[in-house]
Nanobody, 120 residues
Framework: HVQLVESGGGSVQAGGSLTLSCVAS????????MGWFRQAPGKEREEVGK???????IYAASVKGRFSISKDNVKNTLYLQMNSLKPEDTGMYFC???????????????WGQGTQVTVS
């Protein structure tokens, strides 16, 4: 049973930083591709970034240069380092995992419960 648990969200002032974590269980992070998504109130969920099957990171244009995704295979954990946060970064952040073709297509099957990020 695949389980993803995010943590690290909170409230921060514009220009601040936060690091989100996503602990995976029920599989090893090397078996799936993983990524981060977010959903702001009243808006559709959007992809923030992902690690592809060759270990490259791909970011949405809106966060490129400010956000960084990394993975610790020993801890089975995916991270999202967020710097220079803006009010428009506010939303619920989710990690997701699946076979790489599904994550790349934007339709992963496994999702965490989300962690709230509020930037004021």
């Amino acid at each position: 049973h695949v389980q993803l648990v995010e943590s690290g969200g909170g409230s921060v002032q514009a220009g601040g930083s936060l690091t989100l974590s996503c602990v995976a269980s029920g599989y090893t992070v090397t078996a799936f591709c993983m990524g981060w998504f977010r959903q702001a109130p009243g808006k559709e969920r959007e992809e923030v970034g992902k690690l592809d099957d060759i270990g490259s990171t791909i970011y949405a244009a809106s966060v490129k240069g400010r956000f960084s995704i990394s993975k610790d295979n020993v801890k089975n954990t995916l991270y999202l380092q967020m710097n220079s946060l803006k009010p428009e970064d506010t939303g619920m952040y989710f990690c997701a995992a699946d076979f790489c073709n599904l994550l790349v297509a934007g339709v992963p099957s496994h999702w965490g419960q989300g962690t709230q990020v509020t930037v004021s």
